[in-house]
């Protein structure tokens, strides 16, 4: 699926409804306006899905962003919200978090647009008028990624929350420029074989390191930990000393600003204390660009990893067990 995500990206962003601000339902009783102002955004989904709300969650730390972003990975919504949008993001469509949490913001009355390629969520959002972007598929929700998360950028744009049009071309120079990068990352598998790998990732990097962990379990089914500095440098820091913990160390770097600098600081630290760390440098100088370098560059190591334990990347059986039980 990676070299077809430019392309899944820009034919996503087609289906967004130019006239989302102008819809307004009455919903058991309840108006919601989708021309009122909005005063935070809630992205809720799970897995592939749910990541989405995590990088969209780092964009916004550099895009100065409208409102805050709460991301959720939960059937049930934060609670004491006023005004928010509600961006619901289901790969399947049948994932019952997911579609719980969709229901739970309809009946307090909060304007929900989901994004899906089909299933439960579409037929149930549909049913009551509410928006649902239909995108493109993929072999599977994680490698359906630009596919989610462009109409969710243009949905943004859409309810004044930031400017993205000058910003998406960056992001598909990322992918291309990560997919030049294949032998380095099938390098980068090699160097995890037999280990537990740490992904350290500063605060604004927070979805390239989680997308790392996740597409690591599921693909390569392969154990994995994040820790997010600063607070890691509290607390996951200290377990670094021990000796023969298979741990292997990645560090994945953004440009040399302050949180480069700081990484640095505890690549040397948990270097003294014995650690090998692999260093990753993203690729390229806007946010999403950086971020889908990122994604794309440590996607591709995941299944090059998968292919050297041999295990089948796509199939998560484990993950469609529970799915079923739930629904
Ligand atoms: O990538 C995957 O396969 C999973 O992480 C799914 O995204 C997760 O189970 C949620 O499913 P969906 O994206 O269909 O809502």
Known sequence: DYPRWPSLARES???VPMD???IRLSIDGKVIDYSGDIDSVIITGMGGSGVVGDIINDLCLFWDCRVPIIVSKN??????????????????????????????????GYPVIGITTGGRLS????????????????????????????PALIILERF???????ELESGISGIENALKHV???????????????????????????????N???????????????PEGAHNDIAAVITKQNG???????????????????????ISSFGAKPIIVKLEGKMPLELEMYGATYLGITTLALAELLGVEPVSTEPIDRLKNLLN
């Open 75 to 108: 059937m049930r919504l934060p609670r004491r919200l006023s005004r928010p949008l509600v961006i619901a993001i289901s790969y399947s469509g049948n994932t019952a978090e997911t579609i719980m949490s969709a229901n739970e913001a309809l009946a307090r």
């Open 20 to 22: 989302l601000r102008s």
């Open 160 to 166: 004044s929350v930031v400017s993205v049009t000058n």
């Open 215 to 229: 597409d690591l379990n599921e693909n390569a089914k392969y154990y994995s930990v994040v820790s997010v500095v």
């Open 123 to 150: 037929t149930a959002l549909s049913a009551k008028g509410v928006p649902v972007i239909l995108t493109p598929k993929a072999s599977a929700p994680r490698y359906g990624l630009p596919a989610l998360l462009y």
């Open 13 to 15: 962003i087609l289906n």
């Open 183 to 213: 032998d380095d990352a099938v390098n980068l598998a090699r160097q995890l074989v037999n280990s537990v790998p740490v992904v350290w990732v500063t605060e604004s990097r927070r979805g390239v390191g989680i997308r790392f962990k």
């Open 247 to 269: 741990l292997k160390h990645v560090a994945i770097m953004g440009p040399n600003d302050y949180e480069g600098r700081y990484e640095e600081v505890l690549i040397d630290v």
